[in-house]
Nanobody
Framework: QVQLLESGGGFVQAGGSLRLACEAS????????MDWYRQAPEKERELVAA???????VYADSVKGRFTISADNAKNTTYLQMNSLKPEDTAVYFC???????????????????WGQGTLVTVAS
């Protein structure tokens, strides 16, 4: 069983910073990539940032220059450093992992994707 455990959400004033963390738990053999998505009230879930196992990154235009995604492959953990936060960044942030190979009682199993439960980020104006 693979789980994504998110932490670091909270309340911050506009212009402030937060750092989100997401750790994949379980017997993890490999993860192809990890992403952060967010969903604001009455809006669709959107990709914020993504990082591959090789370190390539992608960012939504709305967060370029303010957010930085990074990963510690040895710890199966990804981070999202969020600076210069704006009220429009308020949302539930979800961690997402793709093509995860993990150990089970029946042997290695390839999970196409795994989602975290989400962590709320609130930015006050």
């Amino acid at each position: 069983q693979v789980q994504l455990l998110e932490s670091g959400g909270g309340f911050v004033q506009a212009g402030g910073s937060l750092r989100l963390a997401c750790e994949a738990s379980g017997i993890i053999f490999s993860i192809n990539g990890m992403d952060w998505y967010r969903q604001a009230p009455e809006k669709e879930r959107e990709l914020v940032a993504a990082i591959t196992s090789g370190g390539s990154t992608v960012y939504a235009d709305s967060v370029k220059g303010r957010f930085t995604i990074s990963a510690d492959n040895a710890k199966n953990t990804t981070y999202l450093q969020m600076n210069s936060l704006k009220p429009e960044d308020t949302a539930v942030y979800f961690c997402h992992a793709v093509r995860v190979v993990a150990g089970t009682q029946s042997g290695p199993y390839r999970y196409p994707e795994v989602w975290g439960q989400g962590t709320l980020v609130t930015v006050a104006s």
